[in-house]
């Protein structure tokens, strides 16, 4: 039987007036993490509305799980928050990204859109499994920026997809055998831009009670210039 350990932590940073991010763990199988977007406090209103759409849908132990359902929650989100902003002027283009991971005891499942990230930890190994939709992940696959300059890069928090922007969204899922002692993280870029993978992978194999809230802290020490959120999992088993 895996047992999985979960912690959870956001905060708003050194910078930012509010925090515009948005987590949550929705028993009994679903991770969610999500970034907005948007002037006059829009941005909380959007990864707001995600979550609760996500809640909705899954936190009745029956509901249905896969690529499929984490999509269509996605979708939903995105139509709630599209009509949310052209009810209201003041929230015309506001936005979120998303993570959201949701674990079976054989399998697990994500679905993703925008900066913000999933990343596995298995065997010592850290792996990024989502791609950022964002106008310096297209430089860095075309060469013309590294991964590190992409962290300090101006252009840094341009994305070129988010739930609540367009009608029509492409959301990218996947799906993967978990394995005994893996380690998730859902993150949104406040911590990513300020903490490198190395020192993630270090935290993530570390003996930290808290996993997320280290992570969150490292962020806070580095300057913390944006809204810092984590999720991490532990598959540990027993029994």
Avoid at 67 to 84: G, P, R, T
Avoid at 128 to 143: I, K, P
Avoid at 202 to 209: D, F, N, R, V
Wanted: proline residues 2%; aromatic residues 6%.
């Amino acid at each position: 039987m895996i047992f999985l350990k979960v912690s959870k932590a956001t905060d708003r940073g050194k910078v930012r007036e509010s925090n515009e991010d948005a987590c949550a763990f929705i028993p009994p199988d679903t991770y969610v993490v999500a970034d907005g977007m948007g002037g006059y406090a829009a941005g909380e209103v959007a990864s707001a509305m995600l979550v609760d759409v996500f809640a909705e849908m899954f936190s009745d132990a029956v509901h249905e799980c896969g690529e499929k359902a984490l999509l269509h929650a996605v979708q939903a989100a995105n139509s709630k928050i599209l009509c949310a902003a052209a009810a209201n002027e003041a929230r015309k283009g506001m936005g979120t990204t998303v993570v959201a991971l949701q674990y079976r005891e054989n399998a697990a499942y994500w679905a993703h859109v925008g900066d913000s990230r999933l990343y596995l930890l298995r065997k010592g190994v850290l792996r990024r499994l989502t791609r950022d939709h964002s106008f310096v992940q297209d430089l860095v696959e075309r060469g013309s920026i590294t991964e590190e300059e992409a962290r300090n890069h101006p252009k840094k928090n341009l994305l070129t997809r988010a739930v609540g922007v367009e009608e029509k969204l492409v959301v990218d899922t996947g799906s993967f055998t978990p394995e005994e002692g893996d380690i998730f993280l859902l993150c949104s870029d406040g911590l990513t831009n300020m903490v490198g993978e190395a020192a993630i992978r270090e935290t993530l194999q570390g003996e930290s009670a808290d996993k997320a809230r280290t992570l969150v802290e490292l962020a806070l020490l580095a300057g913390g210039l944006d809204n810092i959120t984590a999720i991490v999992v532990e598959c540990d088993e027993r029994g």
